[in-house]
């Protein structure tokens, strides 16, 4: 099974720095937008929690090369916002919307 690591990002300065630290792992970043739904994020898709809302849905605004400090459609929208390292196996379009279970599929 893969490692999947969740981070709160707060600045552009920050997302750098986190893509700089992990080239091996798949990295979810989520946008902080508010507490609330920064929390959501967390609980509903760290690896190993259980899923309560279904209907969550969040948006992928950049898909990443591993290991690659390119950042393309780096914007805060209203919806949690992540950005997901481009896996071999999965072909993630930018602007798509997943719902929460989605995403925990794909990453397992």
Do not use: W
């Not at 509903?44 to 591993?66: Q, W």
């Not at 071999?88 to 279970?101: M, Q």
């Amino acid at each position: 099974m893969l490692t999947h690591t969740v981070y709160n990002v707060h600045t552009k300065k920050d997302l750098k720095k986190i893509l700089k630290q992990n080239k091996k792992h798949n990295t979810i970043v989520c946008f902080r937008n508010n507490e609330f739904a920064m929390r959501t994020i967390m609980e509903r898709i760290f690896i190993g929690t259980p899923i309560y809302n279904e209907d969550a849905a969040i948006r992928v605004m950049a898909i990443i090369d591993e290991g690659s400090n390119l950042i393309k459609g780096y914007k805060i929208e209203e919806l949690p916002t992540i950005i997901l390292f481009k896996n071999k196996k999965e072909v993630i379009r930018i602007g798509k919307e997943l719902k929460v279970p989605e995403i925990v599929k794909m990453l397992n």
